[in-house]
């Protein structure tokens, strides 16, 4: 065990390493792909792709896997068929992005997405669990969602304890934002039929 942690500890030091090396040098999605193939990064290491910028993901608290667990659940229960539903899977907005949101919501594809990742035209609705990230998810993680015209983003707020929504981007903004407590339920603007409770992922 002391080993494997080790081992995880030299690993994220040269994680930390290379994307303080990168901070001045845009990079492509081809260029990301070709890190992971080359080993320079590895699947499982806890990084993604904004804006040409490697960005390091946080570990995930208690309540965020809580949460995007309950989420995941319930939309996989609420949907069936209708739609694809990946938990911390990627989406390719651009030729410079490829971040992996908590939840993408996408149309049903016959491969279940083992051939290629979802891109904007593919995706529903994307959710982003925060804590930490709150303040990035708002701002830049959230323009890079509107400018590749997601359709509708939702941030869990776990620091307020409220969902927030985002529609109708215009301009690589939102122009539809909502807030919602744990006593309301909401639905997916693409499936306006399921509606589903605040209080049922909300720690």
Same mark, same amino acid.
Do not use: C
């Given at each position: 065990?002391?080993?494997?942690?080790?081992?995880?500890?030299?690993?994220?030091?040269? %994680?930390?390493?290379?994307?303080?090396?990168?901070?001045?040098?845009?990079? #492509?999605?081809?260029?990301?792909?070709?890190?992971?193939? #080359? /080993?320079?990064? *590895?699947? /499982?290491?806890?990084?993604?792709?904004?804006?040409?910028?490697?960005?390091? %993901?946080?570990?995930?608290?208690?309540?965020?896997?809580?949460?995007?667990?309950?989420?995941?659940?319930?939309?996989? *229960?609420?949907?069936?068929?209708?739609?694809?539903?990946?938990?911390?899977?990627?989406?390719?907005?651009?030729?410079?992005?490829?971040?992996?949101?908590?939840?993408? %919501?996408?149309?049903?594809?016959?491969?279940?997405?083992?051939?290629?990742?979802?891109?904007?035209?593919?995706?529903?609705?994307?959710?982003? %669990?925060?804590?930490?990230?709150?303040?990035?998810?708002?701002?830049?993680?959230?323009?890079?969602?509107? *400018?590749?015209?997601?359709?509708?983003?939702?941030?869990?707020?776990?620091?307020?304890? *409220?969902?927030?929504?985002?529609?109708?981007?215009?301009?690589? #903004?939102?122009?539809?934002?909502?807030?919602?407590?744990?006593?309301?339920?909401?639905?997916?603007?693409?499936?306006?039929?399921?509606?589903?409770?605040?209080?049922?992922?909300?720690?």
């Amino acid at each position: 065990m002391a080993d494997t942690k080790r081992q995880s500890g030299r690993r994220d030091t040269a %994680v930390s390493e290379m994307l303080e090396t990168m901070l001045d040098h845009p990079i #492509t999605v081809d260029e990301y792909h070709r890190m992971v193939e #080359t /080993g320079r990064l *590895r699947e /499982g290491d806890r990084v993604e792709l904004l804006n040409g910028r490697l960005i390091a %993901v946080p570990p995930p608290s208690p309540p965020h896997s809580g949460s995007n667990n309950a989420l995941f659940a319930v939309f996989v *229960r609420a949907l069936g068929d209708r739609a694809h539903v990946g938990s911390q899977s990627p989406v390719i907005l651009d030729d410079w992005s490829e971040p992996e949101p908590d939840l993408v %919501v996408s149309r049903p594809d016959p491969n279940q997405y083992m051939t290629r990742h979802p891109r904007p035209a593919d995706v529903f609705f994307i959710v982003e %669990v925060s804590r930490s990230t709150l303040s990035f998810d708002r701002s830049e993680k959230l323009e890079a969602y509107a *400018r590749s015209e997601i359709p509708e983003v939702w941030i869990v707020d776990l620091v307020h304890r *409220r969902l927030e929504t985002y529609a109708e981007p215009t301009g690589g #903004t939102y122009t539809v934002r909502n807030e919602h407590g744990r006593d309301d339920r909401v639905a997916p603007r693409a499936f306006p039929k399921d509606a589903i409770a605040v209080a049922s992922f909300m720690p």
